[in-house]
């Protein structure tokens, strides 16, 4: 089983669309969280840390559930521009950082 | 953007060969890592680094070995490459502290035929 895991994807939604992401993580010492944002294949960057107690940056919105060991990221009026994969990454001890598999948004018109 | 390259940006070797790929960075940075991107599989952590000779293995080492004598330089070696390692090479780097952010090379493309 693999230490990070992400809903597979992947997500078609129309312009304007609320879109949700989840990730569970096993390793329950994980000491922060992330989500960064790769588009075609290009370098991942970071789009927002998660906070415990949950955090917003303009139209995204991620939590943490530390009792049940997941983060999620909710993308509110989607854009043509928010078609991308998604990936959720655990710092796992000591600087360990994982990644889970990625989900694929593709955002119509 | 972070001062950070990896070199060779593409590689096409046999089956055997060994291989060495580059990463190097001018920022400083106490954490470096090697991550490869497979289809179906995002980024799985091969080695990182949390200081100059200290590395430790993550998800998929086998078959991989690093080594970091200088902070700036992380080398990733395949000694004996095989086809299954046909992959893109991402390097990282990182601040100390639980929330440093990654920044990211290029990639490397390798190609073991």
């Known amino acids: 089983r693999k230490e990070v895991e992400q809903d597979p994807g992947p997500f078609n939604v129309p312009e304007g669309a609320t879109v949700a992401f989840n990730c569970t993580y096993s390793?329950?010492?994980?000491?922060?969280f992330f989500w960064y944002r790769q588009d075609c294949r290009k370098e991942p960057k970071l789009l927002m840390s998660v906070y415990s107690s949950g955090n917003e940056d303009g139209r995204f919105t991620a939590q943490l559930n530390r009792a049940s060991q997941y983060i999620s990221l909710l993308i509110r009026d989607s854009k043509l521009s928010d078609s991308a994969t998604y990936l959720c990454?655990?710092?796992?001890?000591?600087?360990?950082?994982?990644f889970g598999q990625g989900t694929e948004l593709s955002v119509k018109p | 953007d972070a001062g950070i390259t990896q070199s060779p940006r593409h590689k096409v070797t046999e089956t055997g060969t060994p291989v060495t790929l580059r990463c190097h960075q001018t920022e400083n940075h106490r954490y470096m890592y090697w991550y490869r991107q497979d289809p179906g599989h995002g980024l799985r952590l091969i080695h990182y680094s949390y200081g100059v000779k200290d590395t430790d293995k993550g998800e998929v080492s086998d078959g991989y070995s690093v080594s970091r004598s200088k902070t700036e330089d992380f080398l990733l070696t395949l000694e004996s490459a095989t086809s299954s390692q046909t992959s893109v090479y991402f390097c990282?780097?990182?601040?100390?502290?639980?929330?440093?952010?990654?920044?990211f090379g290029e990639g490397s493309r390798l190609t073991v035929l």
């Open positions: 990454v655990v710092n796992e001890l000591g600087g360990k950082l994982i």
């Open positions: 990282a780097i990182r601040e100390a502290g639980e929330a440093g952010e990654l920044f």
């Open positions: 390793n329950s010492a994980s000491q922060s």
